[in-house]
C-alpha cells in the first residue's frame, strides 16, 4: 500500500488538480527513437515538426562516430569542472574552432545555453550596473536578469523607440548590457539587429545576442545573425550559441573578446562550479562544425521546407505567425 501522504504534498496535489483545470499541466511524451524526420512518440509512429534540429544532425552518422571514437579515446564523464581537471584538448580544440568559426578572438563552452545566459549577466555586470532585454526574450535571460546585482528591466518586444528611452536613462559612468534573442524562440520573428547595434554604440552600452536559434542556421556560411545582417563583432560584441539546436549535440558557448571571455572564466559561477560536459560530445561538435560549414545545401533544404510549410499550411487554412525562420508558430488562439 502507497505510504500515506504529508499536508505539503496533499497542498502541492491540490495545485497540481487546478493547473490541469486550466489547461496548464506540462507532460513528457516517450520518444523511442533517435531525433529523425519519423519518430515513435508515446506509442506512435509520427512526423517530426516540433523538434530544434534543423539540420538533420542530430543523428548523424559522422557524430555518432565521432561520439563513439570520443568515448573509446577519453572515456564517458568529463570527472572534473573546467578549472579542475575536466578541461580535455577536445574541449580545448572546439572552442578555437568555434571562435574562428563565428568571428570573435576567443569562444567559451558551457553545458547548456542557460547556463551560458545566466554567466553573461552575472559575470559581467554589478550592482548599480543595467540590464536591458526584449519583453519576449528566452526564459533562461528573464531569470539571469533577476539573478544578476543589475538593475534589471525589459523594453518592448522589437521596439527601438523604448529601447531607446530606456538607454538614455543608464548612467554613463557604469555598464549597460543589452540582450536579446536574434530568433525569438516562441514566435520565430528576427530582432532589429543593426539598429540595435546602431543605439549601443551611440549610447556606450554593450550588445549581447543569444543566437540559440540563429547559430548553424542563418548566415552564408551558418555561423549565425551577426553573419546575416553583415555586422561587425564590434556591432555585436558578446555572441551566445548552442550546440544542441541545429548543430544537433549537446551544450553552448560564448563567442566574444578576450577581455570579455577571461572575466567570465574568473567570475562567472555557472561556469566554475560545474563539470565539464563529455569530451565525446565536444568531438562530436567538433566533426558538427565541420558539416555546417561545408554542407550548405542543409540550410537550403531548411529553406526550401519552410517555404514548403508556409504554403501547406495557407492551402489549409491554417493560421502562420510572421516569421521566416525555421520556427513557424501555428496560431490556434488558446492553451
Ligand atoms: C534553447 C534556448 C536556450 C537554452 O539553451 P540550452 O542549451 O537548451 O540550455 C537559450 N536561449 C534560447 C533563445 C533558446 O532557444
Not at 548599480?128 to 519583453?135: I, N
Request: proline fraction near 2%.
Amino acid at each position: 500500500m502507497a505510504e500515506s501522504k504529508s499536508a505539503f504534498e496533499a497542498g502541492l496535489a491540490n495545485d497540481l488538480a487546478k493547473r490541469k483545470a486550466q489547461h496548464l499541466y506540462r507532460a513528457r511524451r516517450v520518444v523511442e527513437s533517435a531525433q529523425q524526420v519519423e519518430m515513435r512518440i508515446d506509442g506512435h509512429d509520427l512526423l517530426a515538426f516540433c523538434s530544434n534540429n534543423y539540420l538533420g544532425l542530430a543523428n548523424h552518422d559522422k557524430l555518432r562516430k565521432a561520439a563513439v571514437a570520443g568515448i573509446d579515446k577519453w572515456g564517458v564523464g568529463s570527472g572534473a569542472a573546467h578549472l579542475v581537471n575536466g578541461h580535455s584538448s577536445a574541449h580545448h580544440l572546439l572552442e578555437e574552432e568555434l571562435a574562428s568559426f563565428t568571428g570573435y578572438e576567443r569562444a567559451l563552452l558551457f553545458s547548456t545555453g542557460y547556463m551560458a545566459n545566466l554567466a553573461v549577466a552575472t559575470a559581467l555586470l554589478a550592482r548599480g550596473d543595467t540590464f536591458l532585454q526584449d519583453k519576449l526574450n528566452h526564459a533562461s535571460l528573464i531569470d539571469a536578469g533577476q539573478l544578476c546585482a543589475a538593475q534589471f528591466s525589459r523594453y518592448l518586444h522589437v521596439d527601438m523607440g523604448s529601447l531607446e528611452a530606456k538607454l538614455s536613462q543608464s548612467q554613463a559612468d557604469k555598464t549597460c548590457l543589452v540582450m536579446s534573442d536574434s530568433v525569438f524562440s516562441m514566435d520565430g520573428n528576427i530582432a532589429p539587429l543593426p539598429a540595435m547595434a546602431d543605439l549601443c554604440l551611440q549610447h556606450q552600452a554593450q550588445l549581447a545576442i543569444d543566437d540559440a536559434h540563429g547559430f548553424g542556421v542563418l548566415g552564408l556560411t551558418g555561423s549565425g545573425s551577426r553573419e546575416h545582417f553583415a555586422l561587425t563583432t564590434r556591432d555585436i560584441p558578446i555572441m551566445m550559441g548552442t550546440l544542441g539546436k541545429a548543430a544537433g549535440v549537446s551544450g553552448a558557448f560564448i563567442a566574444s573578446s578576450h577581455e570579455i571571455i577571461e572575466t567570465i572564466i574568473q567570475k562567472a559561477r555557472s561556469y566554475i562550479y560545474t563539470t565539464a560536459s563529455p569530451p565525446a560530445i565536444a568531438e562530436a561538435a567538433r566533426v558538427s562544425l565541420q558539416l555546417i560549414q561545408q554542407e550548405s545545401w542543409r540550410r537550403e533544404k531548411l529553406q526550401r521546407n519552410i517555404a514548403l510549410l508556409k504554403a501547406a499550411a495557407r492551402e489549409n487554412g491554417w493560421q502562420l505567425m510572421v516569421s521566416d525562420t525555421a520556427i513557424q508558430p501555428l496560431l490556434i488562439g488558446d492553451d
